[in-house]
């Protein structure tokens, strides 16, 4: 018997790349905001008090809590933070899904839903989109662990209208329905509303894309009383203090400044729906996207040398091999400079 | 069938009470340092660009592992750091604490071990203290599914010598041994040393007490390479970025200057003993500290009522309930002031 015998085995999960390299660097690659988060972020983190930092954070982010209740208006006993959505998604697979049955999520989806379901032991099964890439929900018939998905979708940014989650969450009281919000701010509705009449409905986001704070790490769930008091109990038995007093300032501060979201969202959907015309003026062919990213691919063209190609020239997007996925490059949406660059190399690209 | 009944039901870990009252309030409850963090920590945190944020913090947080390194001369790939030593030893359970044998722990010691076990579903054993509350590492004969204490044990203070941790280790072969040094800083001598020569020690240490950064939440854990490479594809299974930017920023500058620590490390031992002294003056019992606090109790005094009487006085003190911990109070060391403030309290305190 040696120590070794009791390690955990797992493939983690890998994220986008982040470039230490020097020279010019066109980050596409991890869905970023191109522009800076609201000016009061920085006021928030000039006023910290690095004397403060001797003590303990406040345990209940009691601030994050407040911004979100009135920006939102959800009442602080149905808001969950942690640092960043999978924080707050592996927390719910720990709270949420502990039964016999399988969890089931879309085959083309954010990956780490699969990595979690390693971690934590929860039988899973997927379900493909359909041929237009989009979740249906009459595939999702039967009685499940737990049914999850992103909202918009990714990596392929397809939106489920309002009307079709709600479907989703009504006709399976039997388990927890997560859907991840992460790139709502992009152009969906959010199914925050929902959240007042399905006890089993939890809706998470982050301040990490729509408000420029992927550095600051700090997301949310919205749910009811119940699915938020299960998720604080299994934080509590975890780490007492997640979210240092920066991130309690600094996402406080972002939270409340909705003209800073409104206005940064504006730009991206705005640059997204001109890259996605000249995409297809170029032959890409890609689904319409509600986030901040476009999932473009072309017949005859492999995505993986077109990946390869834009790497060599310090433009990093996302590739995700397998069967449709490989297909097509994940491409986040820059400043217009970053955008026009792009639209050149492959105006330039002969493949191999 | 019915999503609550998937529900994941855990009794979580209390922390120490974080007063939101008004008034005076001497807070000797969390063993916070009751000294400003270093000068270098203001200035990491002026100099952090908020435009920055934007962007995901360095997943490797190559700069607190490059200082960790400098500082302690350990290699960077025998170093893991979290939100805290909590999230280091919530990730360690998860990362070698896989096997079918108990996991033993002395029974008066950190009560988040017990939550752990819970949450994960590991098994464990309590093993009493001695007489002396010592931890007699004579009592830990058997095979084990791992070992685990801290030192200084929380909440007694004792040291346990580094050659009886030695002792411990090698006689251990079966399971990793994880030596939880939160409070070494305050007159211990740390067990680094021995993860070159013990592939299956953990030794975990926390800027939150002895480098005054408990609001800032980092901790991290020295050990062989296959620990510490375990410990990260556990953790980049349940969340890709831990550490936010100025989490990164602030403990680099903390972990470097090592004359901060000494000086206010130095003020507290200084008060420490003072305290110890005047205590045992008064007819206090308590065994010998080497951490920030001291474990403090009187015949003919119960601890649960004095505790009340002092937060009612609005100077808050932990009291652990329970078998032996309940005669005794568990006191932080504060400035000279507050713990004036302390005696003084004790010296007019008749009881009920």
Same mark, same amino acid.
């Given at each position: ?23 010019? @660097? @066109? ?7 191109? #522009? ?27 601030? @994050? ?94 939106? !489920? ?16 329905? +997560? ?18 009449? #399905? ?43 997640? !979210?240092?007093?920066?991130? +309690? ?12 979201? &409104? ?11 001109? +890259? ?12 319409? $996207? $509600? ?23 310090? +433009? ?16 986040? @949406? ?9 639209? &050149? ?8």
């Amino acid at each position: 018997m040696s120590w070794e015998d009791n390690l955990r085995k797992i493939s983690p999960y890998v994220a986008g790349e982040q470039p230490k390299i020097k020279g010019r @660097i @066109i980050k596409l690659n991890t869905n970023e905001c191109p #522009y800076p988060p609201s000016p009061d972020v920085a006021r928030a983190l000039k006023e910290l008090d690095p004397s403060d930092l001797r003590l303990y954070p406040d345990p209940e982010y009691t601030d @994050i809590r407040l911004a979100l209740s009135e920006v939102y208006s959800v009442p602080s006993n149905r808001i969950f933070v942690g640092v960043g959505s999978d924080d707050v998604l592996a927390t719910s697979f720990m709270a949420f899904f502990n039964g016999q049955r399988p969890v089931v999520f879309p085959d083309v989806t954010y990956s780490f839903y699969r990595v979690w379901c390693g971690l934590f032991r929860v039988p899973y099964r997927l379900i493909p989109l359909d041929s237009d890439l989009k979740i249906d929900p009459d595939d999702y018939k039967g009685e499940w662990g737990g049914i999850l998905f992103p909202n918009p979708n990714a990596p392929t940014g397809v939106l !489920m209208g309002l009307d079709r989650v709600e479907e989703l969450v009504k006709s399976h009281p039997e388990c927890v329905v +997560i859907c991840d919000e992460a790139y709502i701010d992009f152009g969906g509705e959010s199914a925050l509303s929902l959240t007042d009449r #399905y006890e089993n409905l939890l809706v998470v986001q982050t301040t990490s894309k729509s408000r420029s704070l992927a550095g600051l790490r700090v997301g949310w769930a919205f749910g009811s009383e119940k699915l938020i008091s299960c998720l604080s109990d299994v934080r509590n038995s975890f780490n007492s203090y997640t !979210m240092n007093r920066p991130a +309690i300032a600094c996402s406080a501060a972002a939270i409340r400044d909705v003209e800073s979201l &409104k206005r940064n969202t504006g730009m991206v959907i705005k640059t997204r729906e001109r +890259i996605a015309s000249a995409l297809s003026e170029m032959g890409f062919d890609m689904p319409e $996207s $509600s986030a901040n990213f476009v999932f473009c691919g072309r017949k005859g063209t492999s995505a993986q040398d077109l990946f390869k190609a834009l790497r060599n020239d310090g +433009i990093f997007v996302r590739y995700f091999p397998g069967d449709r996925t490989g297909e097509r490059l994940r491409v986040s @949406i820059g400043t217009d400079e970053d955008m026009d660059e792009f639209l &050149k190399f492959l105006g330039n690209y002969k493949g191999d």
